[in-house]
């Protein structure tokens, strides 16, 4: 990794670095690969004595650069699906294609390859370390990624300018509002400039002006290539979304309009 290119700040428009590769503009050129594509998709566990069948045949396939939100109800299915997509666990049976990477035959290293450098997670709950300030933070969440020390400085200040908190790296958590700290939070996962965001529930614990501020950003990540997947009971996230995937009881469909 040593010696790639570093994330343009933020006022650094003419530049053709970006955080994530642009799509090829020019109109002969292949269309890049889906970002997932899921096939025939299954999950079944045990709980307390009894089989729960939480996905039912999943088929679905996301556009890279897409920015999509999956909806439904408590128990239908949409953690399950998040871990799917996070290389966080395989299913029972079925597909989950990350590019052209089967993430259900992938060996333990390549899906610890794919949570580590690939895929970006966002949580409600934010999940920092509270004695460290937020660019440790960031830091902390580059470390299996083995870079050296300016590598990673780079990417960590790069990270806060593209959320807009490059004054506030010296702050710890217990100092920054809850919209900061999950600004903190989104920096920490693009740092890694994955191919895709994972988020659930994003702005569950924001209050509407917070939430419209955690949107923008990620929203502007969208509009340069990042592929985002957001888990949302809020509607208001939901209609910010280019496409909306409903999932209940295990099947899912697209509820776009």
Same mark, same amino acid.
């Given at each position: ?7 343009p700040?933020?006022h ?22 889906? &970002?997932?594509?899921?096939t ?16 039912? =045949?999943?088929?679905?396939?996301? &556009?890279? *650069? ?5 909806? =439904?109800?408590?128990? *239908?299915?949409?953690?399950?699906l998040?871990?799917?997509? !996070? ?6 049976? !079925?597909?989950?294609?990350? !590019? ?11 899906? +610890? ?27 902390? =969440?580059?470390?299996? %990624?083995? #870079?050296? $020390?300016?590598e ?7 990270? %806060?300018?593209?959320?807009? #908190? ?7 958590? =217990?100092?920054?509002?809850? *919209? ?8 920490r996962?693009?740092?890694? $400039? ?24 990620? +929203?502007?990540?969208?509009?340069? !290539? ?18 909306? %995937? ?12």
């Open positions: 990794m040593t010696g790639s290119p570093t994330f700040l933020r650094q428009k003419e530049t053709d670095m970006t955080l994530i590769d642009q799509p090829a503009t020019d109109a002969s050129a292949a269309p890049s690969a889906p &970002a997932y594509r899921l025939g998709l299954t999950m079944t566990y045990q709980q307390k004595g009894r089989v729960v069948q939480a996905l039912k =045949g999943v088929d679905v396939e996301i &556009a890279t *650069g897409d920015f999509v939100t999956i909806q =439904g109800p408590t128990g *239908g299915g949409k953690s399950t998040l871990q799917l997509l !996070g290389a966080l666990d395989v299913p029972t049976t !079925g597909h989950v294609l990350i !590019g052209d990477k089967d993430l259900a035959t992938a060996s333990a290293k390549e899906l +610890e390859h794919l949570r580590a450098g690939e895929v970006g997670f966002v949580f409600q709950a934010f999940n920092l370390i509270p004695t460290l300030t937020a660019a440790e933070n960031i830091a902390m =969440g580059l470390e299996p %990624l083995g #870079l050296d $020390r300016a990673r400085d780079a990417r960590v200040a790069d990270a %806060l300018a593209r959320v807009d #908190l490059s004054e506030r790296a010296d702050h710890r958590p =217990g100092e920054l509002s809850g *919209g900061q700290q999950q600004r903190v939070a989104i920096a996962a693009i740092a890694k $400039r994955p191919r895709v965001l994972l988020a659930d529930e994003p702005t569950g614990n924001l209050d509407e002006q917070m939430r419209d501020e955690i949107l923008t950003v990620l +929203e502007d990540l969208n509009a340069e !290539g990042l592929t985002l997947v957001v888990v949302t009971h809020d509607s208001a996230v939901a209609k910010r979304a280019r496409r909306r %995937l409903l999932l209940e009881k295990g099947t899912i469909r697209d509820i776009t309009r």
